[in-house]
Nanobody, 125 residues
Framework: QVQLVESGGGSVQAGGSLRLSCVAS????????MAWFRQAPGKEREIVAS????????YYADSVKGRSTISQDNTKNTVFLQMNSLKPEDTAMYYC??????????????????WGQGTQVTVSS
């Protein structure tokens, strides 16, 4: 059974940094694409960043572009999200997602087959 486990969330002040990790287990092969989504209270889930495991230019939502970096350790089906210059509006539950195979990523949550339970990020002003 495939499992994605996120870690690294926490409470920080505005301007601080966090590094989120997502470790996958139960899947022998490399995923096609892995992504980070977030959902703030009362809002819809939205994509933050995605990365094609086979390589290519990562995607970033405009809201985090220039402040965040998604990276991977594809030997371990692990993906990271480094977030800098955090703002109160970054406060949300952050979810890791993965799709089994393929050579494209998507900003639609319905594209992804596997999801983690989430890690909370809280940014205070």
């Amino acid at each position: 059974q495939v499992q994605l486990v996120e870690s690294g969330g926490g409470s920080v002040q505005a301007g601080g940094s966090l590094r989120l990790s997502c470790v996958a287990s139960g899947y022998t092969y490399s995923f096609g694409c892995m992504a980070w989504f977030r959902q703030a209270p009362g809002k819809e889930r939205e994509i933050v960043a995605s990365i094609l495991i086979a390589g290519g230019t990562p995607y970033y939502a405009d809201s985090v572009k220039g402040r965040s970096t998604i990276s991977q350790d594809n030997t371990k089906n692990t993906v990271f999200l480094q977030m800098n210059s955090l703002k109160p509006e970054d406060t949300a539950m952050y979810y890791c997602a993965a799709v089994r195979s393929g050579f494209v990523c998507s900003d639609s949550e319905t594209y992804y087959q596997y999801w983690g339970q989430g890690t909370q990020v809280t940014v205070s002003s």
